[in-house]
């Protein structure tokens, strides 16, 4: 058995599982968000579950329209609210950021562990070696009422990144590559396991933003290698670390990756740096890096979306939030931000953005016809001083 | 399970959920949602356009990107009878069997696009797992529903399927009055 297996196996209380076998598995940790969670609770009193199965095991995190965007978003905190109340289940309202990152910054992601989640970014979970499986609401309402998931094992595929990135290149350009590469639906279905000693060495951070977009290569399960073995694996690919440049995904699709090289010149309106991808203190450094003592061009606004409270606090502390607000950025809560579209930074038919999010689908982060590019934290900085965007190879010491 | 007999609306390759149901419509009250069906995507009127049982023939990897259930219900509620796409992502297919809306793959959906004219009407079989074109009296073969996924659509959905277990568990109390 692979590690998928081996952990889907020991949570069902199998001796032996195999890709395609249909079971029900034990869920340790249940997440939802306010944009998922008011539907999930609705099925959940349409099922007439006596209680929910542990209420320490299911979070709910407020973080998608925080504060409130509009009278139907409050009507959903409201929902979370009152379900908190009568169940004793965990709720964030304070806010405390990004779900995936107050899930990690809580403890509550475990290694081994079965983590359902009301969002498709649930996979980020994978950076700490959980099998995290994302959901819709009436899934997780079954889930919240049985503790178990009903789930096919799936086929899994091993990526193995080898060496050490260039200068000028991140996690995100390295996973921007791995998306391009296989396509938008290249792992369906499957689990995806990242591995070699590339990532392996990687900070926590830096593989939360690989594992957080695995889902843009249409995986069920992205799971980093937490340097157990790995066990047979039917398909593989090595990716040399140093064979690559800095990565760009064009609009509208996370897959249409190109060069920043090819698209460089490119004018741009708005900057966006955040996000459960990349909103975490190591980004923001070295954004700041980037725009300490410099101005933002005139045609652009930019805005700085800690992932969490406490990464606020991190930036704040390392002074990072004045060099922002003296370059011309607008600090903003921690939280999701204008990543989904519905508030703080939504794009008009003209604009173009650089954003260090995930996705850039038609109408993601406003009009349809907005433009949006999804770049490392480097790009995206040097891009806003520019007003154009910038390959930080012409910018940064570069070996080649 | 009944047939389902409507027109059809065509959509491309990598049909997100954002055109299916836009971010900023994520937090309308649920029986409001039909309204945005589509709405971000090359039929933004197909709110308008749509009648009951009507289906829609997608390309690759359908409903891909966020898991947001919203967007397979404002296709039900909208009057969506189907959907039968060449491929669909993940949770989009999971979350429409567990509303009870059929989604189903095809191998034949580029042939389907060249065949049947938008509008035309069609009747998919979810037993013989067929689309028969009306006019022309050909038929497409549908992929089958893997078996959870079957009895979850017989049951009417996941709801149902989990009140029977929690049933004969004695673990059921009925709440379904509780409004949101």
């Not at chain 1, 058995?1 to 890709?19: D, H, P, T």
């Not at chain 2, 997100?16 to 090359?42: C, F, H, R, W």
């Not at chain 2, 669909?88 to 297919?93: E, G, L, P, V």
Request: with cysteine.
């Amino acid at each position: 058995m692979n590690i998928i297996e081996q952990i889907i196996a020991q949570k069902a209380g199998r001796k032996k599982v195999k890709a395609g076998d249909e079971l029900s598995v034990p869920v340790d940790l249940v997440l939802a968000h306010d944009v998922t969670g008011p539907m999930a609770i609705e099925q959940f009193n349409k099922i007439g579950a006596a209680r929910v199965y542990d209420k320490d095991k299911v979070a709910f995190v407020i973080d998608h329209n925080i504060p409130s965007s509009s009278v139907d978003s409050r009507r959903q905190h409201n929902i979370l609210r009152d379900f908190h109340r009568q169940t004793g289940v965990k709720l964030y309202q304070r806010g405390e950021g990004v779900i995936h990152q107050v899930a990690a910054e809580e403890g509550l992601y475990k290694k081994g562990d079965i983590v359902v989640g009301a969002d498709s970014h649930t996979c980020t979970a994978g950076a700490f070696g959980a099998i995290a499986i994302p959901v819709g609401a009436t899934e997780l309402a079954a889930v919240m009422a049985l503790g178990t998931i009903d789930m096919e094992v799936p086929h899994a595929f091993l990526i193995k990144v080898e060496g050490t990135l260039r200068p000028g290149v991140y996690a995100k350009d390295l996973i921007l590559y791995i998306i391009g590469k296989f396509g938008a639906h290249g792992f369906t279905d499957k689990a995806v396991i990242f591995s070699g000693d590339a990532i392996v060495n990687m900070s926590f951070e830096e593989k939360m933003t690989i594992a957080n977009m695995a889902i843009e290569a249409g995986a069920m399960i992205g799971y980093v290698d937490q340097g157990e073995p790995i066990g047979a694996i039917a398909g593989t690919c090595v990716i040399q670390a140093s064979d690559l440049e800095p990565q760009i995904a064009c609009p509208y699709s996370p897959d249409n990756v190109k060069l920043v090289k090819e698209v460089e010149g490119t004018p741009i309106t708005q900057v966006v740096i955040g996000s459960c991808t990349n909103g975490r203190i190591s980004d923001l450094e070295i954004a700041a890096g980037v725009l300490k003592d410099k101005s933002i061009s005139d045609a652009v606004t930019m805005i700085v979306i800690p992932a969490s409270k406490r990464i606020a606090e991190q930036m704040e502390q390392k002074n990072l939030t004045k060099i922002f607000r003296d370059a011309g950025a607008i600090i903003a809560n921690p939280g999701c931000g204008p990543c989904f579209g519905a508030h703080q930074g939504l794009l008009s038919a003209e604009d173009t953005a650089v954003s260090t999010t995930n996705r850039n689908f038609p109408g993601r982060m406003g009009h349809k016809e907005a433009k949006v590019y999804l770049a490392s934290p480097r790009v995206a900085a040097e891009s806003a001083i520019a007003g154009s965007i910038v390959d930080p190879k012409n910018v940064t010491s570069w070996e080649g | 399970m009944e047939k389902i007999k409507g027109r059809v609306f065509f959509l491309g390759d990598n049909i997100d959920t954002d055109q299916i149901l836009p971010g900023y419509a994520m937090s309308v009250p649920l029986n409001e949602l039909k309204k945005y069906a589509l709405k971000g995507s090359q039929i933004p009127d197909f709110a308008e356009k749509v009648s009951p049982g009507d289906v829609i023939i997608g390309g690759k990897n359908f409903g891909c990107g966020s898991s947001r259930e919203q967007a397979p219900v404002a296709l039900k509620d909208s009057g969506v009878g189907a959907v039968v796409a060449a491929t669909f992502a993940m949770i989009f297919r999971k979350n429409s069997v567990n509303i009870g809306l059929p989604a189903i793959s095809s191998g034949c959906t580029e042939r389907m696009k060249e065949e049947i004219d938008e509008g035309d009407y069609v009747e998919v079989d979810l037993e013989s797992g067929t689309l028969l074109h009306l006019e022309s009296g050909r038929t497409y073969p549908l992929n089958k529903f893997s078996e959870p996924a079957s009895a979850t659509l017989k049951a009417g959905g996941l709801i149902d399927r989990v009140r029977n277990i929690l049933r004969e568990r004695g673990e059921l109390i009925d709440r379904r009055e509780t409004q949101y």
